[in-house]
């Protein structure tokens, strides 16, 4: 069964420097990825995901991910943070071992950009 | 997202009944998904299904029932069996197991 932790409730930063945020995931196959962001008072948005390929997977808004086969992580990245970009952001997996489309989101992550 | 809608965006309901939320989607997309988002948890899984007629359990399925009697459509009901239903419930939806999701705007189910 897949799983997928995000170990920081929240994540503060300062604009313009840069962020991450932490996903790590367990599959029994190889994973399928994914990103996700919740602005207040607005739906979930997609930012990017990691099928195969490229490790470094680069997304909407100037996000980036980075797949890590051998420390199972898929953190989020920017290289300069904006006060807008402070939000919830989740991480989610799929497992392609796993012939359903279950689809398992991390606690969700909330960053937090000050001026 | 657009293509997929859930109704209503409110619902109360008194202790010891069943609820009924709807989610529809136009986007000819094969898999559908119900989770619940509670403050500090996330979105864990109910349900989903990836194709008419068929459903399996997600993580968190007890007192909740749904069905797949067509592609656009995939209720969610929340039975009495249910302990804890107040909570905001999120539908989804994709095409293939390397799509993304895409989400409703959410039903916030308060029991009263």
């Known amino acids: 069964a897949q799983s997928v932790a995000q170990p920081e409730d929240q994540v503060n930063v300062a604009e313009g420097n840069p962020l991450t945020v932490k996903c790590t995931y367990s599959v029994s196959g190889n994973p399928y990825l994914f990103w996700y962001v919740q602005y207040p008072n607005r739906g979930r948005q997609f930012l990017l995901k990691?099928?195969?390929?490229?490790?470094l997977v680069k997304g909407s808004y100037g996000f980036e991910a980075d797949f890590n086969k051998s420390q199972t992580s898929f953190h989020l990245k920017k290289p300069s943070a904006l006060v807008s970009d402070s939000a919830l952001y989740f991480c989610a997996v799929r497992d392609e071992e796993d012939s359903s489309y279950k689809l398992i989101f991390g606690s969700g992550t909330r960053l937090l950009v000050r001026p | 997202d657009g293509g997929i809608t859930q109704s209503p965006k409110y619902l109360f309901r008194k202790e010891g009944q069943n609820v009924t939320l709807s989610c529809e989607q136009n986007l000819n997309h094969d898999a559908m998904y119900w989770y619940r988002q509670d403050p500090g948890q996330g979105l864990r899984l109910i349900y989903y299904?990836?194709?008419?007629?068929?459903?399996q359990k997600g993580d968190i399925a007890e007192g909740y029932s749904v069905s797949r009697e067509k592609k656009e459509s995939f209720p969610l009901t929340v039975t009495s069996a249910q302990k804890n239903p107040t909570a905001f419930y999120l539908c989804a939806s994709t095409t293939t197991a390397r799509a993304r999701a895409f989400f409703g705007q959410g039903t916030r189910l308060t029991v009263v």
């Open positions: 299904s990836q194709i008419v007629n068929d459903f």
């Open positions: 990691y099928i195969t390929g490229d490790n």
